[in-house]
């Protein structure tokens, strides 16, 4: 008796994908990015030549201050709110689908600050704002458009450091990333609210926060430019999307580029650092600020076998680094947070959803972004990680210290 495998349509497509794979991490070698290196490495110059005050490099202590003067004391609104939004490539519909639910449910507030890190990064001027552009969020993460982003006619491994061409995803950012938004993210900053990108400096081998408000003030094609670039960048996971070279001008005159990637390489998302003394303080009234941290993934790993094969087992450590670092993120937000009177509230895909990073399919997309819309409009979304301690003598006196665990906000 002869034992075989019957090649099922699904199984035959799963092959191809490995196909690519495999094909492009032979040929990987071959592509390159043309980089002056005489100049290429003078980042500090590179910042000068931006505007004051759109760029901090966010392991340095006298930027983090300086980002804690920009975010007000006061915030502008009455919800003392805070929205982080995290990587996670494909799994970013799941995102859109509970900032859309989250309208609907009537529940959503205007936030004050709003930062996004790779896909997160593309949602985040959406969700800043507000639900009058849920209809353009919705379109970015479920008409089909992320259909080419992956596959083998993004195969660009012959002619760039990176398993795919970039060139979907920078159509995809310049036809929903418009003249007409930069001009209300402009109007919003100007009211004092802060609209915060995160990419990966890889020169200068940290990670960089974009005040995207200043950006967008910049205005016209340059401001434009500059503020799809940046998009492109936090999103441009490295290996699999080439680099972005984010130019300037020295004082002297001299051109620079920095070399950026995806600020999930440091950061899977960015919540609230411990240098904004700004954010600790009580607002009026003794309400405080919430943190909101919507996850586009998933901080538990569901059990499978894994392929004994080496896509397979890449493929099954980056996840298990990938839940690693959000949960020690969520851990040093949460404790940090905690510390200082911030409610932490996080949203994750639940353990038993099949979700891939890379599973840019619009039908898998559509099922994401349907589910998050769900979980929110019926208030099921919300974890409480962190509480601000309970205003007893106990608790001011340090006798009893809150404790940090999932609760149902609802």
């Known amino acids: ?80 709110a805070i929205l982080a939004l995290s990587g996670g490539g494909a799994n970013g519909a799941y995102g859109a689908g509970v900032i859309v639910g989250w309208s609907q449910s009537g529940d959503r507030p205007q936030f004050d600050v709003v930062t996004g890190v790779s896909t997160g990064a593309l949602a985040a001027p959406f969700a800043f704002l507000g639900p009058d552009w849920d209809d353009e969020l919705q379109q970015v993460y479920t008409d089909g458009g992320t259909r080419g982003l992956v596959g083998w006619r993004s195969l660009a491994a012959f002619v760039a450091p990176s398993l795919f061409s970039s060139r979907a995803l920078r159509e995809l950012i310049a036809t929903h990333i418009t003249p007409e938004m930069l001009r209300q993210v402009a109007a919003e900053h100007a009211k004092g609210r802060r609209l ?18 200043v950006v967008a003030t910049i205005g016209g094609e340059r401001g434009l430019s500059l503020f799809r670039s940046i998009l492109l960048a936090s999103a441009s996971l490295p290996g699999i ?15 620079v580029q920095e070399m950026h990637v995806d600020g999930g390489v440091n950061l899977p998302f960015l919540g609230v650092p411990e240098a904004l003394p700004s954010l600790s303080a009580s607002t009026p009234g003794g309400v405080r600020r919430v943190l909101y941290v919507i996850v586009n993934g998933q901080i538990t790993a569901r059990y499978h076998a894994t392929a004994g094969n080496l896509p397979g087992i890449l493929a099954r450590s980056f996840d298990s680094w990938s839940n690693a670092s959000l949960r020690s993120a969520l851990a040093e937000n949460a404790a940090y947070a905690n510390s200082v009177g911030i409610s932490v509230f996080i949203t ?21 972004f349907e589910l998050g819309r769900t979980r929110a409009v019926t208030g099921l979304v919300w974890s409480r990680i962190s509480a601000p301690p309970a205003l007893t003598v106990e608790q001011q006196t340090g006798a009893v210290a809150p404790s940090v665990e999932a609760i149902p906000s609802r």
């Open 241 to 255: 999307f080439p680099p972005v070279l984010i130019e300037g001008v020295s004082p002297e005159g001299i051109a």
């Open 1 to 80: 008796m002869r034992f075989g495998v019957i090649a099922t349509p699904a199984s035959r497509r799963r092959g191809a994908r490995l196909l690519v794979v495999l094909l492009a991490l032979c040929l990987g070698a071959c592509g390159t990015v043309s980089r002056d290196f005489g100049t290429a490495y003078r980042h500090s110059d590179a910042v000068a030549a931006l505007p004051a005050g759109v760029q901090i490099l966010a392991l340095q202590a006298p930027q983090d201050l300086a980002l804690a003067e920009r975010v007000p004391a006061q915030p502008p609104s009455e919800s003392h």
């Open 196 to 213: 915060l990108v995160v990419t990966t400096n890889l020169d200068a081998a940290q990670p960089v926060i974009w005040d995207m408000g």
């Open 348 to 368: 994750t895909i639940p353990a038993s959803v099949d979700a891939s990073s890379l599973d840019f399919e619009p039908a898998a997309m559509r099922s994401l």
